[in-house]
């Protein structure tokens, strides 16, 4: 009896003993996978990051580059959904999880009607199969409205199925992805079934097709509540070209096929809803730092092929006040000029804490490269440290710098790199209050002279801004020129038809009176015709024109450039897109408030616009 309780002890002991070894399996088998989409020019800033940190971990995180394994396609506007819908053919079969694959596919379908994608849940997810879009090429117009009514499709949205299923989505499976690549079939085998089939009809499916993962995300714009949404598609990168395809041939119902849409198209979107775009509006980072070169060498070429007397001549632009000359390269939103300008106390050019030490490369007398960045571990679009970006020391003359200041192959001459170095930092608007200390001083401290934020602009009169516009903050050395600024805050008076002014009476001639008479009023009333008041509004306050409208702040109270501006449509006014120092704009900041009143001028222009500035 004692031999058989030992016995029974022992095999109790293997059991638990097998079944902590199937747990850990289980746990090693399950482990959670994410994944890290990031603008291809912050991959590697990235990258570096999340490599140092999983190494840190215990036991160490798996990190692998998904970008030859993964594309992606967006889609944006009110038929985009249709064109998913239409192109996206999800199988429904009895495979593992078909319960959810059967349910994923008909809500997708479902969906066909919606004409604008933020109308889904805030980031909505989901993931099916779908099989080769190819087999239904060209694709066919579905109809949307007589998918589901409108009732039903209010029940799917409020619902939303999807947050009650646990399913993982087949594209973080490694070997779904493998399998879906090395089982696409050639288009010669396509077209031979193709072929084949009865006329009118697509090829029948078999059991050899792959079923290629997908990912559907839903996003929309944080700024605005009533803008468009858009859909963006991930799925295995040798996928990515069929899909394409039957995207780009699909009929709508309204008419005509999608639209391909490039750099310009989504930067213009951007900026139609009040958003920032990556890398044109970040000067602080890395690649909006070789943009901006590459758009100041464009516009610089535009200016050097006109002809000298239909070209802005940058030395004689009247600032008003005797000042004559454009503040910097008028072509360019000269940062080098901004932050020459800008004070740089003796702390910011140590050690800090969260920042990264800038230190010279060699001695004094080199030249150094104004493109040359540092990076700082702030994301995957976050804002990088540049270094070398120094300006040259202020000119007593008002006029603009030279063409030497800055030569062509980014370099700044020796006599003018001063000896000491400072970091160029961009901060996130969006989040700049819950920035710790570390990465950002503390609203108390005076903040870094070379720290930019990324706001929009929103013009409260006319005016139109445009790219290299200089943005000013209100005067601070001449009380009288701020509250002459101030004034053009107030709305013009629009008057009614009930209350409207007299008109100034005109010498028109009387009939009755003697031809001699009339003819001696007309004469007098060309000789001296009735005085008025141009440029004026009902309320008296000058507009531009008026000898008494108020000029251009100086270079002082220079806070930024605008990165991107134009007439928008939508607000029915002029808008844009810039970058300022958080120094200059601190006030704003403490007190409370998410922006403040600021003049914007058109570079070449002497003439100001009052707009209001906010973070993004």
């Known amino acids: 009896g004692l031999a058989k309780d030992q016995r029974d002890d022992i095999d109790e002991e293997k059991v638990s003993a097998q079944n902590e070894a199937a747990s850990k399996k289980t746990k090693a088998k399950h482990r959670r996978r994410m994944f890290f989409r990031v603008h291809p020019s912050g991959f590697l800033q990235l990258w570096n ?18 970008r030859f394994e993964i594309g992606s396609i967006e889609i944006m506007g009110p038929e985009a959904t249709e064109a998913l819908v239409g192109a996206l053919k999800p199988i429904i079969a009895n495979t593992n999880g078909a319960k959810s694959a059967l349910n994923i596919g008909s809500l997708w379908t479902s969906l066909a009607a919606i004409t604008n994608p933020a109308s ?5 997810m989901l993931g099916l199969d779908i099989c080769d879009p190819r087999l239904h090429h060209p694709p066919r117009t579905i109809a949307p409205t007589h998918s589901v009514g409108s009732d039903e499709l209010l029940q799917i949205l409020s619902s ?3 947050d009650n299923l646990h399913s993982v989505p087949s594209l973080f499976d490694r070997n779904a992805r493998l399998t879906a690549s090395r089982l696409l079939p050639s288009q010669k085998s396509i077209n031979r079934r193709k072929s084949d089939a009865l006329p009118g009809q697509y090829p029948s499916t078999l059991p050899t097709d792959p079923q290629i993962p997908i990912l559907l995300l839903a996003s929309r714009s944080e700024n605005t509540t009533h803008g468009q ?19 780009m041939y699909y009929p709508l119902s309204s008419g005509g096929t999608p639209r391909f849409g490039g750099l310009r198209e989504i930067q213009q979107l951007s900026f139609e809803q009040d958003m920032p775009w990556f890398p044109g509006d970040f000067p602080g980072t890395k690649a909006g730092w070789e943009w901006e070169l590459r758009e100041r060498d464009k516009r610089k070429a535009n200016w050097e092929k006109r002809p000298k007397g239909k070209r802005i001549e940058w030395d004689s632009v009247d600032l008003g006040a005797g000042r004559k000359g454009e503040i910097g390269m008028g072509w360019a939103c000269d940062w080098e000029r901004l932050f020459d300008r800008l004070s740089i106390p003796s702390s910011a050019l140590g050690d800090e804490a969260g920042t990264l030490k800038v230190t010279d490369q060699g001695q004094a007398s080199q030249p150094v490269r104004v493109s040359e960045v540092v990076q700082q571990p702030e994301g995957a679009e976050a804002p990088g440290v540049i270094k070398g970006l120094e300006g040259a020391k202020t000119s007593k003359s008002p006029k603009a710098p030279k063409e030497a200041r800055v030569p062509k192959d980014g370099t700044i001459a020796k006599d003018l790199a001063p000896s000491k ?12 209050r819950q920035i710790p200390s570390p990465h950002l001083p503390s609203m108390s401290d005076p903040p870094s002279p070379r720290t ?7 013009l409260l009169h006319r005016g139109s801004p445009t790219a290299c516009a200089r943005i000013y903050r209100l005067p601070t050395s001449n009380p009288a020129l701020h509250s002459a600024w101030l004034q053009q805050v107030l709305p013009p008076r629009r008057r009614s038809a009930n209350h409207s002014h007299p008109r100034s009476p005109r010498n028109i001639p009387n009939k009755k009176a003697h031809p001699s008479d009339a003819r001696a009023s007309l004469a007098s009333s060309l000789l001296h015709p009735p005085t008025s008041t141009p440029h004026l509004s009902s309320d008296g306050i000058p507009q531009a024109g008026h000898p008494d409208y108020p000029i251009v702040p100086g270079e002082e109270d220079l806070i930024g450039f605008v990165t991107t501006g134009n007439y928008n449509l939508g607000e029915g006014r002029g808008t844009a897109v810039g970058s300022v120092a958080l120094e200059r704009v601190t006030k704003e900041i403490k007190e409370g408030g998410k922006g403040g009143i600021c003049i914007i001028r058109e570079a070449g222009w002497g003439v100001g616009r ?3 500035w906010s973070l993004v």
């Open 610 to 612: 009052i707009a209001r």
């Open 229 to 247: 949404g858009s859909w963006t598609v991930l799925l295995p990168w040798k996928c990515v070209l069929p899909v394409w395809y039957s995207l």
């Open 452 to 458: 930019l934020i990324t706001i929009t602009i929103t």
């Open 49 to 66: 990051e999340v490599l140092k940190v999983s190494k840190m971990q215990r036991p160490p995180a798996l990190v692998e580059d998904l």
């Open 160 to 162: 939303w199925l999807p």
């Open 421 to 432: 170095k400072a970091k160029v930092t961009q901060i996130p608007s969006y989040n700049l």
């Open 120 to 124: 889904v849940p805030a980031n909505a």
